[in-house]
């Protein structure tokens, strides 16, 4: 049987160009997918020139952009009034009604959110003084998209279902009876590139490096030697490197150094808000 279209998800323009390509070539249409929750992660002016470059590069192929906003209206409105034509939204009822009927005069089209899988993550949450951690979430409130998902934290173990819950939980609790807690200090803001045309800002430890770096390749044995593991607490998210770079270096002016010790780890899901917390684990090593 001869496709009708090809499905992607795409995050860039790099795969959105690579899409629409193959779809050329085979004369059939593209569906292209936003990742989940992708207008909080993303922004919506990322999608909507996008999907603009798009239509300008490929007025003789066709397809539709699908862009996955969650449980957020505000992002699902803005989205329409750029031009989106497809909008995945989870939201209330009465939210849906309403931006159907907007979709509908705008001649785009609302739809329902697809079930998400769930990823799992080993995370620490350190222990700070309440001054840091409020200066530290004032940050995260305007700059990073994940601020109401997870509080300030390091992340050890990144998205994986390669086990159950149960199954990294115990793992977990194997490898604390081997670290102890431990002191650390981030006095330093730099900026990293992501995977998709994003920059983040990231909070560097200098002392207590070392103990999450070991923490990480313990998780994670098959990960021993990676270098691109960089110990980081991500306090923002940026769509232009010059954006990020102007308030790191606001922030690195001020020249605060965060101090706090992480004591726990914990083991936590996520497919969609809120966030399921599977245990949370004390380091036990002497």
């Not at 629409?20 to 936003?34: D, R």
């Amino acid at each position: 049987m001869t496709a009708t279209v090809i499905a992607s998800q795409v995050s860039t323009l790099p795969e959105a160009r690579a899409a629409l390509e193959a779809a050329k070539s085979s004369g059939v249409a593209a569906e292209l997918e936003s990742p989940p929750g992708a207008a909080s992660i993303y922004g919506v002016l990322w999608f909507a020139e996008l999907n603009r470059a798009l239509l300008a590069e490929f007025p003789a192929v066709p397809f539709t952009l699908t862009l996955d906003c969650g449980a957020r209206a505000d992002l699902a409105h803005a989205a329409l009034v750029e031009g989106i034509k497809r909008i995945r939204f989870k939201g209330h009822p009465e939210a849906v009604r309403a931006l159907s009927d907007i979709a509908q005069q705008l001649n785009a089209e609302l739809v329902a959110p697809t079930p998400q899988r769930q990823l799992l993550y080993v995370i620490a949450e350190p222990e700070t003084s309440d001054a840091d951690r409020d200066w530290i979430q004032s940050i995260r409130k305007r700059h990073d998209p994940q601020f109401d998902m997870v509080g300030p934290h390091f992340t050890l173990v990144f998205g994986t279902d390669a086990l159950p819950a149960t199954g990294l939980v115990a793992h977990v609790r194997a490898i604390v009876q081997r670290f102890p807690p431990f002191a650390f200090e981030l006095s330093r803001i730099e900026v990293f590139p992501g995977a998709a045309m994003e920059y983040y800002l990231f909070l560097m430890p200098e002392k207590g490096a070392h103990e999450l770096q070991s923490l990480h390749e313990a998780l994670n044995p098959e990960s021993k030697g990676d270098i691109s593991f960089v110990p980081h607490m991500t306090i923002g998210r940026f769509a232009s490197v010059a954006d990020a770079t102007t308030v790191a270096e606001a922030l690195n002016a001020a020249a605060r150094t965060i101090r706090g010790r992480v004591s726990t780890l914990k083991v936590i899901g996520v497919a969609e808000q809120p966030v399921s917390d599977y245990a949370t684990v004390d380091l036990k090593g002497k």
